[in-house]
């Protein structure tokens, strides 16, 4: 029997990446420095931002908005039950209480007529998520919030992405990307925050160094690189290092070329796989939206599939096939099931999504024989 091996997700890098790091290397500028300068201006102009400030995660990025908007205890952020963890745990980092929202089935965002039953007096903010590429629908999401309560987008998986004509990372107060390997562009880890709010920018690039009142690089350039700056904040070490910020900058500009690839594939799987109607596709984004195709996310329908979907998953990784849930439903992981006493029905578009997601792979170092592959065992699955 036929078998090849085919990873959900492979980091596309190489020697364009390795040459980049010789400068930083080379000069000894290692931390936060020119490089990281050049990739953030980059990063902002190709997501239409006046600010983007480079940070170690996603993670890390989500906190520093958090913060730099003083939520802290006795504040709500309403976040989607089905997402990464991270995007609920930052909330808790900061004192303050998540709130999850259910999901769409169909499109694993956030639903927003469940947001507007989630809104208390003390809604701070609200986390859309971009799953998987797709950009949350920010207009019904607006819609239903009160005019004080800003979103902030989680948008990990949405470098490139766009929601009726705007890039990702310009939809709400302010966004947070992620570098990690598994997203379409990578400096192994990394994250960005976007915003076109002066205030808070200045703050949350503060706030990643420690509180520290100017940069290290400003302060070596500046007439006295002798004095250390103030500290007014209680800051963190959010700081990318310009080896990263190197690698960023070569990886930015192949971004637009990496999810052309991922369209194109996407659409062939959409085409290949129509006729099984147990698997359904991923949704496309509305009029004038781009998907960013972090990952293709199919929904295993368990009322007609042949086989459970986990069962479905090991039959392909039986043949070298690695698949994945699209991610999970945060209110069923112990640490929040216990904390805040949610039962799985209370969000029941997670929980779905949860048990029957299924991530298939699709990066930029699969071949043409790689994508029919799949498709044939996915098809001799249902047979
Ligand atoms: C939706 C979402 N939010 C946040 C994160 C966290 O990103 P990072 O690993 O860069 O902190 C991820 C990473 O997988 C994610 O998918």
Known sequence: ?????????????????????????????????????????????????????????????????????????????????????????????????????????????IDPADVARRITPRTKAVIAVHLFGLCADMDALRAVLPPEVPIIEDAACAAGAAYKGVPAGALGLAAAFSFHPRKSITTGEGGMVTTNDDALADVAN??????????????????????????NLLGYNYRMTDLQGAVGLVQLQKLDRFIAEREQWAAFYRDALAGLGWLCMPQLPAEGGRHAWQAFVTYVDPETAPLPRNEIMARLQERGISTRPGTHAVHLLGYYRERYGIRPDDYPGARDCDANTMAIPLHNRMSKEDYEYVVRCLREIAD
Not at 74 to 94: H, K, L, M, Q, R
Not at 206 to 222: D, P, T, V
């Open 1 to 109: 029997m036929e078998k090849r091996s085919i990873a959900i997700s492979l980091p596309c890098t190489g020697d364009d990446e390795w040459q980049a790091t010789r400068e930083p290397l080379t000069t000894g500028w290692l931390t936060q420095g020119p490089k990281v300068a050049a990739f953030e201006k980059a990063f902002a102009e190709r997501h239409g931002v006046s600010h983007a400030l480079a940070t170690t995660s996603c993670t890390t990025g989500l906190h520093l908005i958090l913060v730099a908007m003083g939520i802290g205890p006795g504040d709500e952020v309403i976040v989607p039950a089905f997402t990464w963890v991270a995007t609920a745990n930052v909330v808790v980092y900061c004192g303050a209480t998540p709130v999850f929202a259910d999901v769409d089935r169909a499109t694993c965002n």
């Open 206 to 231: 503060m706030l990643r160094n420690h509180g520290a009142s100017i940069s290290e690089e400003q302060r070596h350039k500046g007439p006295r690189p002798y004095l250390l700056p103030e500290f």
